[in-house]
Every structure is written in structure tokens, then in C-alpha cells.
């Protein structure tokens, strides 16, 4: 097992969370309660237990809301930085606004609206035994009504497809689980203007046949992305289908 490690990590939690609906008029979504604790609490202490030591936030639709509950709620051995954006730079130009914190390292990048028990230093591990651009943690899945998928072959990223599009019989399709490690390399494609990370990097850096990994989850997977899945997920917890615990 490599002994390489990962200690930055970013949080995208600009986002408006449009499609929360009503239920992020008034809070971010990173902020929205699961059990007894929230869906920003429940990944920093996962980034936590992974050896992560410093994490970057980047903030804009009720910023605020977020700077005064981690005031109010420190996390030992987390050291927390903001990045506040004045106009939302997506997730493209909202990694490279933040580019000052990252001291030219490798860095974990998540959602925050998404929960799992992929276990972090499994996926670092084997980020620096195939030595990619980039690598994005995925879940096999045929879902394309629901999901764009994407594509790959031998643990590589191969290619997009659009949201309703039927997969080939032969290809391997899965959903991008929204964690992803970057090299300074990678974030080189990244400017830090409004801009989506998959067609200022990914699509670009698969066009180039560069290697970028694909991390293999079989696992569960909560993505709380729209208030359907959000009140979903808040019914397994309290019908104990779900313990948080595990997912950290």
C-alpha cells in the first residue's frame, strides 16, 4: 500500500441548490440536517478520518450561514479555510479561485451534497498507484434516464454521455459520485471564471487520451442533490435503514 498522502481537500458548497426546492430558500444545502448532525458536519469529520488535515469551502448563496456554524462548531485537527466567491464561479472557476490555498499539492475535491462509505484512503491509494491527471471515484450503473453517465475501460476514464442516452451493450457506464482527486496538473486547465470542471477539464483532458482514472465503488451511495433524494435519504435514517456512522 502506497504511504503517499493527501492532506487538502475542498468542499463545493457554492451552489444556489435550485433543485432543493423550498428547502435551501433559507439554508445552504451543505447545511441541511441528517440525524442529528448535517450533511457539512458528516463530511468534514469523513475527510477527518481520512488524514485530511486542512479544508477549503467555497462559499457564495448564504456564504455566511456557513462561515458562522463552523465558527460555532470547530472540528479538532481540521483547519478550515474560505473561499468566497462575490459572483458563483461553478465548478471549474471555484477550484481555481481557491488555487491559493492549495500549495501546488494533490487535493481531494467533493459535493457537499453527497454521502457514502467509500472509504477515502482507499480511493488516495490508488490515485498514486496509477499515477493519473486526475481520478474520479465512480458507481457502476446503467441509470441513464436519471444520470449522465459516463464511460470507461481498465480503470480509465474513456468518454460522456448525455442524460437520456442509452448505453452499447458492450460499453461500461457508471455515475460520477462527485469525488475526485486533482493534481496541479489537472487544475492547470481550470481558471478561475464561471466554468464547469467537466468541460474545462475532463472533456478535454479524455479528448487528449490523457490518463485519468476511474476509482471503482460498489457501495452505497446518497445523493441528496434534489429534495426527493433529500427526504428520501432523511426516511432511511430515521427507518434505520441508514447509520450514519458507517458512512464516515
Do not use: C
Request: charged fraction near 20%; proline fraction near 3%.
Amino acid at each position: 500500500m502506497s504511504r503517499e498522502k493527501i492532506k487538502t481537500a475542498m468542499i463545493l458548497a457554492a451552489g444556489f441548490g435550485t433543485r432543493m426546492k423550498d428547502l435551501a430558500n433559507h439554508l445552504p444545502k451543505a447545511l441541511l440536517q441528517l440525524g442529528n448532525s448535517n450533511l457539512l458536519h458528516l463530511n468534514l469529520l469523513k475527510l477527518r478520518n481520512a488524514g485530511i488535515n486542512t479544508v477549503v469551502i467555497n462559499l457564495h448563496h448564504l456564504g455566511y450561514m456557513i462561515k458562522k456554524y463552523i465558527n460555532e462548531n470547530p472540528i479538532q485537527e481540521l483547519t478550515i479555510y474560505f473561499s468566497e466567491e462575490e459572483k458563483i464561479l461553478g465548478t471549474g472557476g471555484g477550484i481555481a479561485h481557491a488555487e491559493m490555498y492549495f500549495k501546488n499539492q494533490n487535493i481531494l475535491v467533493l459535493n457537499s451534497d453527497i454521502l457514502s462509505d467509500l472509504f477515502f484512503l482507499e480511493f488516495i491509494n490508488h490515485f498514486f498507484q496509477t499515477k493519473p491527471l486526475a481520478s474520479m471515484a465512480v458507481l457502476p450503473s446503467r441509470n441513464y434516464k436519471e444520470y449522465s453517465l459516463i464511460t470507461y475501460d481498465d480503470q480509465k476514464l474513456t468518454g460522456f454521455m448525455r442524460k437520456n442516452e442509452m448505453p452499447k451493450i458492450s460499453q461500461k457506464t457508471a455515475i460520477f459520485m462527485g469525488y475526485q482527486i486533482l493534481t496541479p496538473q489537472a487544475r492547470n486547465y481550470l481558471k478561475p471564471t464561471f466554468s464547469s470542471i467537466m468541460k474545462d477539464f475532463y472533456y478535454p483532458a479524455v479528448k487528449q487520451n490523457q490518463n485519468v482514472s476511474v476509482y471503482i465503488h460498489n457501495g452505497k451511495w446518497f445523493d441528496m442533490g434534489n429534495k426527493e433524494n433529500y427526504l428520501e435519504t432523511i426516511r432511511f435514517i430515521e427507518t434505520k435503514k441508514i447509520n450514519l456512522n458507517t458512512l464516515l
